[in-house]
């Protein structure tokens, strides 16, 4: 993944139809079903790593480190570690994470709302 080096406030790197921009590359990191799983486990709630592997189901330890270095990578999780043997890592959302988490919120309505859609859809389709 090619990264920018820093927003310069151009309308270009806002623009997720460029493939250049800044805004395609957050919205690449973000939108993946780990990360979207990981931001409605931690919803309100501060998490240990052992914690969100078992909320976040079918989720492998890589994956999971990857998705919230990348989350942390773009302000949207806050990663604590308390100095205690063994070192004891929480896992939060930041105010960027919380706003985001209220878009990961519709989509998990939309999906309620038009799962039996998208089922009747894809039997015709199949079919």
Avoid at 7 to 14: Q, R, S, V, W
Avoid at 40 to 66: C, I, N, P, Y
Avoid at 80 to 93: D, I
Wanted: net charge positive; glycine share 8%.
């Amino acid at each position: 993944m090619v990264t920018k080096q820093l927003l310069k406030g151009l309308p270009e790197d806002a623009d997720l139809r460029r493939a250049d921009s800044l805004a395609r590359e957050i919205f690449s990191d973000v939108a993946n079903k780990w990360a979207f799983l990981i931001i409605e486990a931690l919803g309100e709630r501060t998490l240990r790593f052992s914690e969100l592997r078992k909320d976040v189901e079918g989720v492998s330890h890589k994956m999971l480190t990857q998705n919230l270095r990348m989350l942390e990578r773009n302000g949207l999780v806050e990663r604590k570690v308390h100095p205690t043997v063994p070192p004891r890592v929480e896992y939060t959302l930041t105010e960027p994470g919380q706003a985001l988490r209220a878009t990961v919120d519709g989509m998990c309505g939309w999906t309620h709302q038009y799962l039996g859609h998208i089922e009747d859809a894809r039997r015709r389709f199949g079919a």
